[in-house]
C-alpha cells in the first residue's frame, strides 16, 4: 500500500535515537506544525539523509504518515540559514527557542506564519553580528512574536501608558537593528508580561 507524501519547509528542533541505527526528530514543518518523525538507518555512515537532519537547521523535507506516526523519507538542504556556525551565546539562544516552540505549539497543529517569522528571524540572526545585548533583544522580541502567533499576546498591564507597543512590534515583519533598537528601555517590562503569559498559558 502506497503513502501519501508530504513535503514542507522545516525546522529540525532535536532529536534522539529510535533502534540501532534510526533517529526520532522533533520538527517544525511550515504546513504540517509540530511533528516527531522517525528516520530510519539515519545512523548508518552511509546514510543519505544524515546530513540535512541536524538540529537547529532548515531543511526540505518529506514525510510520509505511517501506520505509526511520521516516517521521513527524503530531505534536502534549502540553502537558507546555517546557524551551526555562529558562536557559543546565539548556539545557547537557539536551543532556548527551540525548547519554547517544542513546548508551546501543539501537534500537528500548523503555525504558516510563525514558520515564515522565524525564517526571517533567523536569516538576520545568522548575517548580523549581534552583541550580547542584541541577542537579549533579539530574544525578548522573538519570544513576544511567538506568543501572539499562537494566540497568547502578552499582558499589556506591564506597559501602562504604552499599550499599543507590543502591537507596534508584533507588526513588524521587518528583522533589523532597528527593531532591536525599538526595544531599549522596556525590556523588562516586557520579561514581566512574557512570564505573565508563560504562567496564565498553563503550557
Not at 82 to 96: F, K, P
Not at 112 to 139: G, I, N, R, Y
Request: proline content about 3%.
Amino acid at each position: 500500500m502506497s503513502h501519501q507524501i508530504y513535503s514542507s519547509s522545516s525546522f529540525m528542533l532535536n532529536d534522539f535515537p529510535k533502534g540501532e541505527h534510526g533517529k526520532m526528530y522533533y520538527i517544525f514543518s511550515r504546513e504540517q506544525g509540530l511533528i516527531l518523525a522517525e528516520a530510519q538507518g539515519v545512523r548508518k555512515t552511509e546514510s543519505k539523509l544524515r546530513g540535512f537532519l541536524e538540529p537547529l537547521r532548515f531543511s526540505d523535507i518529506s514525510f510520509v504518515k505511517a501506520k505509526n506516526g511520521w516516517r521521513i523519507v527524503d530531505a534536502c538542504d534549502v540553502q537558507l540559514v546555517n546557524l551551526l556556525r555562529n558562536n557559543d551565546n546565539t548556539q545557547i539562544l537557539l536551543a532556548r527557542i527551540s525548547s519554547l516552540l517544542k513546548r508551546f505549539l501543539g501537534q500537528n497543529d500548523p503555525f504558516p506564519d510563525l514558520f515564515d517569522e522565524l525564517s526571517q528571524a533567523f536569516l538576520f540572526l545568522e548575517k548580523a553580528e549581534l552583541t550580547q545585548k542584541e541577542l537579549k533583544q533579539f530574544e525578548i522580541i522573538f519570544i513576544t512574536k511567538l506568543l501572539f502567533h499562537i494566540g497568547y499576546l502578552p499582558d499589556k498591564k506591564h506597559i501602562k501608558g504604552d499599550e499599543d507597543f507590543i502591537e507596534v512590534l508584533v507588526s513588524n515583519t521587518t528583522w533589523s537593528r532597528p527593531l532591536l533598537e525599538g526595544i531599549s528601555g522596556m525590556e523588562e517590562r516586557l520579561i514581566l508580561a512574557i512570564n505573565d503569559s508563560f504562567t496564565h498559558s498553563q503550557l
